[in-house]
């Protein structure tokens, strides 16, 4: 089983529809959670971060986590174009600082 | 100010020759990691440097990787013998302090093609 797992798409949502991503982890000590945004042929760039249950927006962008069924996800309403990337969730611990990423969701936005 | 920059943004080597990929983190940052994207798949840590601290080398695939961080600030990842499995993009990421929960920024990385 792999430690952070996520569809890898595509997943295609119309333009001004909400695109939900969604993202698993199997250890229960994980305690820091983050989504990233890659670009093809560019690095990840940080989104959001969330560390309690529930939600947390910013923005268009919405976290939410839930550490009972391991789950954290990410909404984004009013889908753009510009939105149009692979989406990396990422973990760590405290105590270890290292990211341990999912192989990433890729969305499309469809005009 | 400048973000992580690392060089040479494209290596093209053959089988069996050795590599050095290089990171100059944001200034100011004690934390630096290595990071391998293979093509389809998510970032595989490789290590991880924090200040004066020994580096956590859990991630490197095999003794044939090593890297080291001079001065607490630049850092060179070696690759020596290459394979062809070691194709893929290194990214070099620092954080501010190294804690759980900082951000991590990313440099462009490095494409690595071993012939």
């Known amino acids: 089983q792999k430690e952070v797992e996520q569809n890898s798409g595509p997943l295609s949502v119309p333009e001004g529809a909400i695109a939900s991503l969604n993202c698993t982890y199997s250890?229960?000590?994980?305690?820091?959670f983050f989504w990233y945004r890659q670009y093809s042929g560019k690095s990840p760039e940080l989104i959001m971060f969330?560390?309690?249950?529930g939600d947390k927006e910013d923005g268009r962008f919405t976290a939410q986590l839930n550490k009972a069924s391991q789950y954290v996800s990410l909404l984004i309403r009013d889908s753009q174009p510009s939105d149009s990337a692979t989406y990396l969730c990422?973990?760590?611990?405290?105590?270890?600082?290292?990211?341990?990423f999912g192989t990433g969701t890729r969305l499309t936005i469809i005009p | 100010g400048a973000g992580v920059s690392q060089s040479p943004s494209n290596k093209v080597t053959e089988k069996g020759k050795d590599v050095e990929l290089r990171c100059d983190p944001i200034?100011?940052?004690?934390?630096l990691y290595w990071y391998r994207q293979s093509l389809g798949q998510g970032l595989e840590f490789l290590i991880y440097?924090?200040?004066?601290?020994?580096?956590?080398k859990s991630g490197l695939p095999s003794d044939r990787f090593s890297a080291e961080r001079t001065g607490g600030s630049v850092s060179t990842l070696t690759i020596q013998r290459t394979q062809q499995e070691d194709s893929a993009v290194y990214l070099c990421?620092?954080?501010?302090?190294?804690?759980?929960?900082?951000?991590?920024?990313f440099g462009p990385g490095t494409r690595l093609t071993v012939l």
């Open positions: 200034s100011g940052h004690t934390a």
């Open positions: 440097f924090q200040g004066n601290s020994a580096p956590d």
């Open positions: 969330i560390y309690s249950n």
């Open positions: 990421a620092s954080s501010l302090y190294g804690l759980a929960g900082d951000e991590q920024f």
């Open positions: 990422a973990v760590n611990n405290f105590g270890n600082e290292k990211l341990t």
């Open positions: 250890d229960r000590g994980s305690q820091s």
